[in-house]
């Protein structure tokens, strides 16, 4: 038993190993590369579990050349909550990207346009939104990161002003 162990341990820890170096390319931020994404995220508003948003958004990025690209989603969403149900589309998310790397850092600048395309009131924002973005990377291995980015939300125009706050917002995360 304990020779089929070390047999079965040996055999099972040498391809693991020989691949602890590669990573999937396009998991890190930092990874310039052209994808098709599909994100699902449940967002609860309240404490008793209404209303609630689920949404599952349709990402497409683009690598334009080694430190550029640019990306598109679009949110399919559902809203429940206060006697309303709804389900369709949400806001279309466009977005530009310019990196620069040296050694195991990475530094992102972005801008990123909110287009309200949304089927119903309870699914966007009924703005447009432009939302600058810099995130700082740092690489400790090609399969473990961590991220700082800083985002800003900055109304435009609101299409309906007497129903909506203008969106200005700020948003740092630590991933």
Do not use: W
Not at 4 to 24: E, K, M, N, R, Y
Not at 30 to 55: F, H, I, R, Y
Not at 105 to 111: C, L, P, S
Request: hydrophobic share 40%; with cysteine.
């Amino acid at each position: 038993m304990k020779k089929f162990l070390i047999v079965f341990g040996t055999l099972t820890l040498i391809p693991v190993c020989s691949f602890a170096d590669s990573a999937v390319k396009g998991v890190n931020p930092a990874d310039n590369v052209t994808k098709m994404e599909l994100l699902p995220s449940l967002n609860v508003m309240d404490v008793d579990g209404k209303p609630s948003v689920t949404t599952l958004g349709l990402k497409y990025d683009k690598e334009l050349y080694k430190a550029f690209g640019i990306n598109f989603e679009l949110p399919l969403s559902h809203f429940s909550g206060y006697g309303i149900s709804d389900a369709g589309i949400g806001d279309l998310r466009v977005r530009g990207r310019a990196q620069y790397r040296f050694g195991r850092n990475v530094i992102i600048g972005a801008t990123e346009f909110v287009l309200p395309t949304a089927t119903s009131d309870t699914l966007g924002t009924r703005q447009y939104t432009f939302d600058p973005t810099l995130a700082y990377v740092y690489a400790f291995s090609a399969n473990f990161f961590t991220a700082l980015v800083g985002k800003q939300f900055i109304s435009l125009y609101n299409l309906d002003k007497e129903k909506y706050q203008d969106t200005n917002q700020t948003q740092v995360r630590l991933l």
